[in-house]
């Protein structure tokens, strides 16, 4: 059987990276695509020499040239972070609806299969609970976080009119809170947050009365639920994601507890719109992925803690280089 191809954009971000080895593990040849904006180029810095790799830097928001064959475009280009979508708003609407344009383009002109990363940010501040994929919805489209829940929602819309129109074998994935190494410590988010905060002594920023939940799944977990949904002949929307619910005050006390911080808690304000509840419905990827979560919390948030020790050590703090 003939090598695979996958174009992997946002290959040198945190999801982007694992999905690329977890491919290149399956034998597949990658191509991965990134203008580095919140992608790290440590992610990928084992794969230099990997004849089965190749680094193109570009942003998806323009026109893509890829000459060689492709089987799979895999579409994980984009800010991810609250921090980093409203301070990149722009390129946020862009790669989501102009990114979601070319990509698919490339899967059309290359007859290939495309899977989109979608987020749980679809479901808003959501008023069902769990979410299940059937669920459109609570979205403030101008407040602060549209600019990434709304080119989510076209990036979905758009997919499903490639299927429906041009009958390209469309993918998307609803992404909930995912984590494991490779995430930037300073990216925002509540996990690499109050891990930095409690390794180096700082106060753990709970935002709002922490009352808040997310439900956190490890990185291994999810990619291989993409990779099944990639393989799958399944073209609706699939919520990928670990059930395991927690109020983000529980959070704050896992994290001190595990790492025996001496920080102690500092309340900040709760950011526009942020979720109250969230947590995924996974019926459907068990059902048509025969998929569910494996690694409990404990081992996948040792196993992060132990990565960002390690970058704290080398001094890689995790800035956005752009
Ligand atoms: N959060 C917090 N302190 C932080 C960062 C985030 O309390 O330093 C909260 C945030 O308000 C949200 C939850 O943690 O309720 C998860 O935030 P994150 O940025 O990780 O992603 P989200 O799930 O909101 O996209």
């Known amino acids: ?13 945190f999801l982007g990276s694992h ?14 695509i990134d203008n580095l904006v ?24 323009n026109y893509i040239l890829v000459e060689d064959a492709v089987d799979y475009v895999f579409h994980f280009a984009s800010p991810a972070s ?12 862009k790669v989501g609806a102009l990114g979601t344009h070319n990509t698919l383009g490339l899967a059309k002109a290359k007859k290939a299969t495309f899977v989109l990363a979608s987020t749980s940010e679809c479901y808003g501040d959501p008023l069902v609970h769990p979410q299940t994929e059937d669920y459109w919805g609570n979205v403030n489209p101008i407040g602060p976080r549209g600019v990434y829940d709304e080119a989510k929602r076209f990036a979905e819309a758009m997919t499903m009119a490639y299927h429906r ?40 920023t709970i935002f709002g009365d922490g009352s808040q939940t997310r439900s956190f799944c490890y990185v291994s977990d999810l990619i291989d639920g993409i990779f099944r949904l990639a393989m799958s002949d399944f073209h ?3 919520n990928i994601g670990n059930p395991r619910e927690m109020t983000i005050k529980q959070f704050a006390e896992e994290i001190t507890r595990i790492t025996g911080t001496k920080s102690k808690v500092e309340h900040k304000p709760l950011p526009v719109d942020d979720p109250k509840v969230r947590q995924p419905d996974i019926t459907r990827a068990r059902k ?14 040792t196993k992060t803690i132990e990565y960002f020790k390690g970058c704290l050590e080398r001094g890689e703090l995790g800035e956005r280089i752009q």
Do not use: C
Not at 26 to 31: C, M
Not at 38 to 55: D, I, K
Not at 165 to 193: E, Q, S, W
């Open 165 to 204: 129109y041009h009958g390209i074998d469309t993918k998307i994935v609803r992404i909930f809170n995912t984590y494991g190494p490779r995430m930037r410590l300073r990216d925002g988010r509540v996990v690499p947050a109050f891990i930095g905060q409690a390794l180096s002594g700082t106060p753990l």
């Open 1 to 13: 059987m003939a090598q695979k191809i996958s174009v992997v954009t946002g290959g040198a971000g």
């Open 236 to 238: 609706e929307p699939v």
């Open 82 to 93: 609250p921090i980093d979508y409203l301070e990149l708003p722009i390129p946020t609407l």
């Open 19 to 32: 999905l690329t080895d977890r491919l290149l593990g399956e034998g597949h040849r990658v191509i991965a």
């Open 38 to 61: 919140t992608g790290n180029p440590a992610n990928v810095a084992h794969l230099g020499g990997n004849e089965n790799y190749r680094f193109i830097k570009h942003n998806v928001s």
């Open 288 to 301: 048509v992925l025969g998929w569910e979560p494996k690694i409990e919390f404990e081992e996948g948030i």
